[in-house]
């Protein structure tokens, strides 16, 4: 670590914080799942009634995939994988029965204002089985579908006169970790050989866990800075799994980690500015104040990009002299419908590219999945950018 990085001081979460946070989350579910299985006791029992298996099956479920996904957090090794698939399944599963559970919340309420009940309607044999025909076919298709990584292009004309176009790859959101595996590392590296990029960008979530399980990804990290510098920064899951510890791993394979700071890139000449994901900063305005700062203190002359984890304050720092930012986070939902969740929460633009004035912006939706390995309605994806004259 250099003595930069080893002065400034590294935020990480309190065990008081992730025991509240663990709590929270595991009340929220066991909540929902008990309004799910009362929503299937109406619908599987023979004369709608509510019973009290339907729902304690359903928070015994919840309370399965929650210590599944505590348990091997902890314990990230291959020991694990069984467990860590199944309860990471579980979280597609709950997705998919809350919308289904809503929807028939809404049907249930429907029927009872007109004095009926759900065992009453001709259709409801036919309900019966179409859930679970539904969730097998959402799982098969998004199953498969997540196993494919698209190749994107895009120009962004950013360049000054005369300037040699420079070619950036950007992945995002890998999420290193027990559901990752050989075929798509080598994907990515097969992928950037044959674009030949001049920088690489790693726009956070590259793990998923603490780096003491992830021995077996160093080849493929050491891989990766060998095709061209390689820039990163720090997403949410850095932080929830030892930020310090992603940090160094990262700069001790080759990576530069831009933990709110920048650096010109020798081949390019590109100022490559970096700043850490909000969950690093104790609220918003002291996030959005370092991206000010760090865009208004970047010394060097020229060509301004910007790698931001969260698709947040573009605009901004467009209007400071950020050419290009590179994002990714939302995974454009992963799953649907919740894209139309990270739409409504990031109004500048929550996949794709987006421009401001004469600044631009790539959000990727992933070049991962995080939680279950599947992908309805959005796809993998690698970006190559070519930054070309104005």
């Known amino acids: 670590m250099s003595d930069e990085r080893k002065e400034k001081e590294v935020p990480e979460r309190s065990l008081g914080e992730m025991l509240i946070f663990f709590t929270s989350v595991s009340i929220f579910f066991m909540v929902i799942f008990a309004w799910i299985g009362l929503i299937m006791s109406i619908i599987y029992t023979p004369d709608s009634s509510i019973r009290l298996v339907f729902i304690l099956s359903a928070v015994g479920s919840s309370f399965f995939i929650i210590a599944g996904q505590f348990l ?26 809350f919308v289904i559970s809503a929807i028939g919340t809404i049907y249930i309420l429907i029927l009872l204002l007109f004095g009926s009940y759900f065992h009453d309607i001709p259709v409801a044999p036919i309900i019966r089985i179409s859930i679970p025909a539904i969730i097998t076919i959402i799982f098969i298709h998004g199953l498969i579908n997540a196993r494919y990584l698209r190749r994107r292009h895009v120009e962004v004309p950013v360049l000054g006169r005369g300037k040699k176009p420079v070619r950036i790859a950007l992945i995002s959101d890998i ?48 891989d990766l800075v060998s095709i061209a510098p390689t820039y990163g920064v720090i997403g949410n899951h850095e932080f929830y799994n030892g930020m310090a510890d992603s940090i160094d791993w990262m700069h001790r394979l080759g990576m530069t980690v831009l933990d709110d700071r920048s650096v010109k890139d020798r081949r390019t000449g590109i100022i490559m500015v970096g700043v850490s994901d909000p969950s690093a900063f104790r609220n918003r305005e002291e996030y959005r104040s ?5 865009i208004e203190t970047s010394r060097e002359s020229g060509t301004k ?44 633009g929550d996949r794709g590219l987006h421009r401001f004035r004469d600044s631009f912006m ?7 999945t995080w939680g279950p390995p599947m992908r309805i309605g959005t796809s993998s994806e690698m970006i190559i950018i070519d930054m070309i004259e104005k």
């Open 290 to 294: 370092k991206i000010h700062e760090l």
């Open 72 to 97: 091997t957090h902890a314990n990230h090794s291959k020991p694990m994988f069984p467990l860590y698939l199944l309860s990471s399944m579980g979280l597609a599963l709950f997705f998919y029965m």
């Open 175 to 222: 999420h290193l970790g027990l559901l990752v595996g050989s075929t798509r590392l080598n994907a990515v590296l097969d992928t950037l050989k044959k674009e030949g990029p001049d920088i690489i960008v790693s726009a956070g979530d590259l793990l998923d866990t603490n780096p003491r399980f992830l021995d077996r990804f160093e080849p493929f990290i050491k």
């Open 305 to 348: 990009v910007m790698i931001n984890h969260q698709p947040m304050f573009f605009h901004e720092a467009a209007e400071k002299g950020v050419s290009l930012q590179l994002s990714g986070h939302t995974h454009a939902g992963q799953l649907w419908p919740f894209g139309y969740t990270t739409k409504a929460m990031f109004k500048e």
């Open 362 to 368: 790539y959000v990727c939706t992933g070049t991962g």
